[in-house]
């Protein structure tokens, strides 16, 4: 409204000038006075225009702020459910850890203290190549074949009978606990043992005959224990002398305590 004015004005002049006789002077000064309206008019015009481009610049930079805002807090909210799950997810799993570690603690106190029960108890056969540990949570009882058998017989002796008595006093009392008897040779051929072909028959025949002596004369429950043959591939000791080979001969019970709790929380 400004520059409608100065050109308004500008023209009343020249009117009212024209109206009377001007020097020369007065003429360039008007002039002059019209060609710096003139540059002024268009300097402030150009600056309007530069005003509304970068008004309209401005409003888009707002709404790209404004759209990338949403976007953010939407991702943000996101970002949180999802921190939310992983924290409840880890809460569980801690609480899941604990109780693995709780009743696999309780199966190495019970292993401990039946290795205990059972080495007392077996205290006078230890000499005669019997020894008692613990491996992985579950207690090995070892019995050298020379502490059960005859040479090449499957049949237990007086000696063998009554170390399987003493042991079976004790797995009486732990009805918690199950039995594998496994039956182990050494890596010597069988030779002319009648029924007896190799040597998986003979450690599966000895395994056998120390459950069958354990739950039919010993009253041991017969569900709690397996019967299994080895052979000559699993020794303790592989070296190709007599004193690993004796080693090697012998039955093994193990023994593993029931963990259907620890069983039924990882099948959950």
Not at 4 to 27: D, E, N, R
Not at 102 to 117: G, Q, S
Not at 138 to 163: E, N, R, T, W
Request: glycine fraction near 2%; charged fraction near 30%.
């Amino acid at each position: 409204m400004k520059i409608k004015y100065y050109l308004f004005a500008f023209a009343l002049s020249l009117t009212f000038y024209s109206c009377k006789i001007m020097s020369p002077k007065a003429y360039k000064a008007l002039i002059a006075e019209r060609d710096s309206l003139t540059t002024r008019t268009e300097t402030l015009e150009a600056q309007v225009f530069e005003l509304k481009a970068d008004t309209m610049r401005l409003n888009r930079e707002l709404a790209n702020l404004r759209n990338n805002n949403s976007t953010l807090n939407s991702n943000l909210n996101t970002s949180s459910s999802k921190l939310k799950r992983l924290a409840a997810d880890l809460e569980k799993r801690e609480a899941r850890l604990k109780e693995v570690e709780d009743i696999l603690r309780k199966r190495d106190e019970a292993a401990n203290a039946l290795k205990n029960k059972l080495q007392q108890a077996l205290l006078g056969f230890q000499q005669s190549g019997l020894t008692v540990d613990i491996r992985n949570g579950k207690v090995y009882v070892s019995l050298a074949d020379k502490l059960l058998f005859p040479s090449g017989s499957i049949i237990i002796d007086d000696k063998g009978k009554a170390a399987l008595k003493q042991l079976a006093l004790v797995l009486n009392k732990e009805p918690d606990i199950n039995m594998a008897i496994e039956g182990h040779t050494d890596d010597k051929k069988v030779i002319n043992l009648g029924q007896i072909k190799d040597n998986w028959d003979l450690s599966v025949l000895r395994a056998t005959s120390v459950t069958r002596y354990l739950t039919e004369t010993e009253k041991v429950d017969p569900h709690r224990l397996t019967a299994t043959g080895k052979s000559e591939f699993q020794p303790i000791d592989p070296a190709p002398t007599n004193e690993a080979r004796a080693k090697n001969r012998r039955i093994e019970i193990v023994l593993t305590p029931k963990l259907d709790e620890l069983y039924n929380l990882i099948t959950k």
